[in-house]
């Protein structure tokens, strides 16, 4: 789906406390009730926003607002496309590339353009190992006024074993609410590059598509698989990721070998529930 999205970056406020003397100046114990007050005036509950405003596309401006989503900017290489392509076995990462600035540059144009068409990319790319994203989650683990943050990781070795390529959801139709606006996919790599004087954060996905219609009558859970039909990943900009997925593998009549490991999960199997109960904000999202 094209689309033209502008990320908004935010730094919310920290606070350490020092430990506090036994005795202390009058002065120094008005401050110090006065920052106590602060912070319980901000833990106080905000109004619960819309499920339309959780999602991205929203300036974070305050806290009440509830999405936001960055690439962190330590641990980078700077490679050429070519480069990598070979080792993310994604060949054609050039050319998705270079679709994805025409996606941007031509957002209301929803014909597919030529190989002609594409404009010419030659610079490098920043590579990132993971993402965080910030939302709105008063009911689960959070901080002041709410905000909850989680780190989406697309790395070849996690903790010296084997790779680790979290699913996310994407926000693919404003308009629909749940799982009817929200595609689920798996990153296979976190960038960035320069075009132009723009700056845009990506990921490289690969789709799974939903079975059926509605969620599955015994579970209440939405069933998703691969799209594994022979179509290529997509390239979307970071600010269309909503937050991690989480999915549960679809159990067949066979046994599951004892060799299978957790890390195999999402490459054995063929279908997988949409974990909507995993904690709060995902139960009130994924409906």
Not at 123 to 130: L, R
Not at 164 to 181: K, Q
Request: with cysteine; charged share 20%.
């Amino acid at each position: 789906m094209k689309r033209m999205i502008v990320i908004h970056h935010t730094t919310l406020p920290t606070m350490a406390l020092t430990e506090m003397p036994s005795v202390m100046p009058s002065t120094t114990a008005m401050v110090i009730r006065e920052m106590m007050k602060t912070m319980m005036q901000l833990m106080v509950p905000l109004s619960r926003p819309t499920l339309s405003s959780r999602r991205p596309h929203v300036s974070i401006t305050s806290l009440d607002s509830v999405q936001c989503t960055y690439l962190l900017t330590f641990k980078v290489r700077k490679v050429y496309p070519e480069d990598i392509a070979a080792e993310i076995e994604q060949p054609n990462l050039p050319d998705l590339i270079r679709q994805f600035i025409y996606d941007q540059q031509h957002s209301d144009d929803v014909s597919n353009a030529s190989i002609s068409d594409l404009p010419m990319f030659y610079d490098k790319i920043t590579v990132y190992p993971s993402a965080l994203a910030t939302f709105y989650a008063p009911s689960d683990n959070s901080g002041i006024g709410g905000m909850h943050r989680e780190r989406i990781r697309a790395v070849k070795s996690w903790r010296s074993g084997p790779g680790r390529y979290d699913t996310i959801f994407v926000n693919t139709d404003s308009s629909a609410d749940g799982m009817r606006g929200l595609d689920v996919a798996r990153v296979r790599l976190f960038f960035s590059f320069s075009h132009h004087g723009v700056e845009y954060p990506c990921a490289l996905v690969r789709w799974f598509s939903r079975v059926g219609n509605s969620p599955d009558d015994h579970t209440g859970m939405w069933v998703v698989q691969p799209d594994d039909d022979g179509s290529p990943p997509s390239i979307i900009h970071l600010d269309s990721i909503v937050r991690a997925a989480h999915l549960l593998p679809v159990f067949g009549l066979e046994r599951v070998p004892r060799a299978l490991s957790f890390t195999d999960t999402l490459d054995k199997f063929t279908r997988f529930y949409v974990n909507k109960f995993v904690d709060h904000h995902t139960f009130e999202t994924v409906f």
